[in-house]
């Protein structure tokens, strides 16, 4: 027995060690304020007043969603708010979640406290407030497998209105005024259908049987007489509505959607919108034809009202409209709602891809600002910069955007398949791997694209790595090569033990390769893959600078120096995009959203490497400009690799190579001598690693 307890005591103290090392990790990393969580439950407006359900909490805000602010709920799965005036004219906030039940804030979300006395326990599915007819207010709940409980002391105490429902799970609740002065409750279920109550919920009866009900909305036309009212409901089975406080209901549309049945639906002027897990959906006929209102947004789960917007809730965020949903942007500015995918560099700039959309943050900063007007797909897969600019690939294609004006344009002309999974640039190339294994290669700025497929299977891109003359792309299916620019392509997977290819990078004078099992490493000769001794995680990313390797998996970030054999385990699960930046490394998560440790917290005696080397490629103004006959050319590059600068006149003929050799990473200046050409306007181009920059110069004799 002693030896038992022994184990016992042994291997909790294991597992504290384990969990206490993880949250001290975790809590050594510093978070970029924007982006992450998880999606959006439900929507509540309340005059001016947006609230947010998210499964990270509650948020508000005041200015129909260009900012957001969370209101003390943080990592708590909300489902539903409720905001009325208390008995004493302060205004409470009730929201439930599906572990806490109902929790009640009199001090707008600075304190809360749990009402759920009289409950039968904390499973509460919706909740909503209703005028009791004599001044005050009702509230009303939806319990799993008790009806509906009321409480008439602003959440106090509880007690069961559920004659007729005493068995059976309420997911949904509305009430409408009815023509005595008085409401109708209904309640919806999970298969029973639809009850009504006119005695503030004391008895119940059945108006629709089996359906199991998702929601309801409630139209209120006040330009007709004692103001025509509609309810709404949406069931697994289709939309109907009633339009005699549920005495008769109307089948509106089922899966009409390519088999998908609407998830909310509004109202808006005289437009009806449901919401899909493909998208929105409008009809300008009261039901009887139906057209798709966006390409950029999906699983929608809930819509709402505001002003003259109209807001749509989605796992990926909020998506508003202006325009009766004719264009979509991300509203998610401090809203926790999307999950890292890539990073991109420019100049003093940070971009984040995310599943949310792009957001923008400067070196050094730690408050990002989102990126998406005109970004008509907002599920970003991948990042790259090509001279001054940015294009994000996305479920929808291919979008450009210049870094002064930051506005995105479509670029997809020859794409036959949007699904972009991954993108990088070399030079005036820019490549595309897509979800159903191809790659396109644009020459003209993402203007048109070319299919260069030959050689490759139908497998998924994950990410596509190029040096030089040497392409790489890594699929679902292994890694394929190509020396000619793309036009054919070889597998090269020799060594390895598992096809499903994540990253590619080079580490020193090797590749290396992250797969779903672990790292391997092959010379750039011979291509014959071995384990590298990092295994048994599922690895993201790669990035490397130096002699430093970090590798983003999901057991988080590991990084080593100099060799294969000594990992450094830094925290956070998920890491689907690793950066390095000056002296910090940046983390792209699922959970946390960004973060970034400095380097020399994680490597005992690392020096600040922003102050020894650049922090991202740089090709500056020549000086003198205009400039006879001879000026400079200084560049800056964070990475040691090959470095070409080229010369070339306004026809885009080459002039001369002004650089073509091997440069450590650093800061260089070159002289350029002109003595031997005519007057006017010339073009100089650097080249490294995958960064290319042009600028213009002019010789005046």
């Known amino acids: 027995m002693k030896t038992f307890k022994f184990k016992v005591v042994q ?38 007043e947006l609230y947010v359900c998210t499964n990270d909490g509650l948020y508000l805000s005041t200015n129909n969603g260009d900012n957001w602010a969370g209101i003390g709920t943080k990592g708590c799965n ?47 599915y919706t909740l909503i407030a209703s005028s009791n007819g004599l001044g005050g207010t009702n509230l009303f709940a939806g319990i799993h497998k008790k009806g509906v409980f009321c409480s008439t002391d602003y959440g106090a105490n509880w007690k069961a ?119 929105v ?34 796992n990926k965020g909020v998506f508003r409209s202006t325009d009766n949903c004719k264009d979509w942007i991300g509203a998610n500015n401090g809203l926790s709602c999307s999950n890292v995918t890539s990073f991109a560099v420019s100049g003093d700039n940070v971009f984040i891809g995310t599943t949310g959309g792009v957001y923008s943050f400067s070196k050094g900063d730690t408050t990002c600002m989102p990126v998406n007007t005109g970004l008509r797909n907002c599920s970003v897969s991948s990042l790259a910069v090509l001279d001054t600019t940015l294009f994000a690939g996305t479920e929808g294609g291919v979008f450009a955007c210049s870094s002064n004006s930051l506005n995105w344009l479509e670029v997809n002309t020859g794409l036959t398949d949007i699904s972009v999974k991954s993108l990088v640039a070399n030079g005036m190339n820019l490549f595309a791997g897509t979800s159903n294994g191809s790659v396109f290669l644009s020459t003209d700025e993402g203007r048109t694209w070319n299919d260069k497929k030959i050689g490759l299977t139908n497998n998924s891109v994950n990410s596509i790595f190029v040096n030089d003359s040497i392409l790489l792309a890594s699929t679902s299916g292994g890694i394929y090569l190509s020396t000619n620019n793309g036009n054919s392509w070889s597998g090269e997977n020799d060594g390895l033990i598992t096809m499903d290819v994540r990253a590619i ?51 988080g970030v590991y990084l080593t120096m100099g060799d294969y054999k000594n990992w450094k385990s830094c925290g956070l699960d998920n890491v689907f995009a690793v950066k390095i930046i000056g002296n910090y490394l940046y983390a792209g998560t699922y959970d946390y959203g960004v973060c970034f440790r400095p380097i020399s917290d994680l490597f005992v005696g ?94 005046l004799r």
């Open 78 to 124: 909300v489902n539903s708010v409720v905001k009325i005036l208390n008995a004493n004219e302060d205004t409470s906030i009730y929201v439930i979640s599906a572990s806490k039940g109902v929790q009640i804030s009199t001090d707008r979300g600075k304190n809360w406290i749990e009402g759920n006395n009289g409950l039968p326990y904390p499973v509460v």
């Open 161 to 279: 209105v559920n004659k007729g429902l005493e068995t059976i799970s309420v997911l949904v609740l509305t009430s409408i005024p009815n023509d005595n002065g008085g409401i109708t409750l209904f309640a919806g279920t999970d298969n029973a259908g639809i009850f009504r109550s006119t005695n503030n919920g004391e008895s119940w009866v059945s108006v629709a049987t089996g359906w199991p009900v998702m929601s309801f909305y409630v139209n209120i036309d006040t330009s007709k007489v004692n103001g025509a009212k509609t309810l709404y409901a949406v069931t697994n089975y289709g939309l109907y509505r009633s339009k005699d406080m549920g005495d008769d209901w109307e089948f509106v549309v089922g899966d009409y959607f390519n088999g998908n049945v609407p998830t909310s639906v509004v109202v808006k002027d005289t437009n009806l919108f449901v919401g899909i897990n493909a998208g």
């Open 606 to 699: 690392v020096k600040d490497i922003s102050k020894q080397y650049p922090a991202g490629f740089v090709l500056k103004q020549n000086y003198p400009n205009p400039f006879n006959p001879s000026t400079k050319i200084s560049f800056e590059i964070p990475y040691s690799g090959n470095v070409t600068i080229k010369i070339f006149d306004l026809l885009g003929r080459e002039i001369k190579v002004l650089l073509d050799e091997y440069k450590q990473r650093g800061t260089y200046t070159i002289d350029f001598d002109a003595s031997e050409i005519s007057s006017g306007v010339y073009f100089y181009r650097l080249k490294s690693n995958n960064f290319s920059s042009t600028k213009k110069m002019i010789l």
């Open 281 to 314: 959906y409008c009809s300008t006929d009261n039901g009887i034809s139906w057209f798709s209102t966006s390409y950029n947004i999906y699983n929608v789960v809930n819509l709402a009202v505001s002003d003259s917007f109209l807001f749509a809730g989605t």
């Open 11 to 48: 291997s909790l103290l294991i597992v504290f060690i384990m969990i206490f090392t993880r949250l001290t990790l975790n809590a050594q990393w510093k978070t970029i304020e924007g982006p992450h969580g998880d999606g959006v439950n439900s929507i509540v407006t309340y005059g001016s």
């Open 505 to 555: 990078n080079f580490y020193g004078t090797n590749l290396l390769a992250g797969t779903s099992t672990g790292l391997f490493i092959s010379s750039t000769t011979e291509y014959n893959w071995q384990p590298n001794g990092f295994s048994g995680s599922l690895i993201f990313a790669i990035e490397t600078c130096d002699s430093i390797l970090a590798i983003g998996t999901n057991g």
